[in-house]
C-alpha cells in the first residue's frame, strides 16, 4: 500500500511549482526579446547594405546615362557628316546631269540643222 501511494507521488514529483513556472515564463520572456533585439538589429543592417545597394545602382544608372548620351550625340555627328556627304554627292550628280542634258540639247540641236540643210 506505501508502495501504491510512493507510486502515485512520484510523478507528483516531476511537476513544476507556480514559482518554477513563473521562471521559466520570465526566462522565455528573457530569451524572446534578445531574439526580437537581434532581429532588429539584422533588419537595420540588411536596409543598410539595401540602401547601400540602391545608392550604388542609381550611381551606375547615372553613370551609363552618360555613356548613353555621348553615343548619342556620337551618332548625331557622324549622321550629320553622312548627311552633308550625300548632299554634296548629290549636287555634284545634279551639275553632271545639267552639263550632259545642254550637251545632247548642243548636238540633237546640231543634229537637226544638219538634217534640215541636207534636206534643203
Known amino acids: 500500500m506505501i508502495g501504491e501511494i510512493e507510486e502515485k507521488l512520484a510523478p507528483l514529483g516531476d511537476i ?3 514559482g518554477d513556472v513563473e ?3 520570465l526566462s522565455l520572456q528573457k530569451e524572446i ?3 526580437r533585439l537581434s532581429l532588429q538589429k539584422e533588419i537595420e543592417k540588411v536596409r543598410g547594405e539595401v ?3 540602391r545608392l550604388s545602382l542609381q550611381k551606375e544608372i547615372e553613370k551609363v546615362r552618360g555613356e548613353v548620351e555621348q553615343v548619342r550625340l556620337s551618332l548625331q555627328g557622324e549622321i550629320e557628316q553622312v548627311r552633308l556627304s550625300l548632299q554634296k554627292e548629290i549636287e555634284g550628280v545634279k551639275a553632271s546631269l545639267i552639263k550632259w542634258v545642254i550637251g545632247l540639247l548642243l ?7 544638219s538634217v534640215i540643210a541636207l534636206l534643203r
Do not use: C, N, S
Open 16 to 18: 513544476a511549482a507556480k
Open 23 to 25: 521562471l521559466a515564463k
Open 33 to 35: 526579446e534578445q531574439t
Open 51 to 53: 540602401e547601400q545597394l
Open 107 to 113: 548636238v540633237q540641236t546640231g543634229v537637226i540643222v
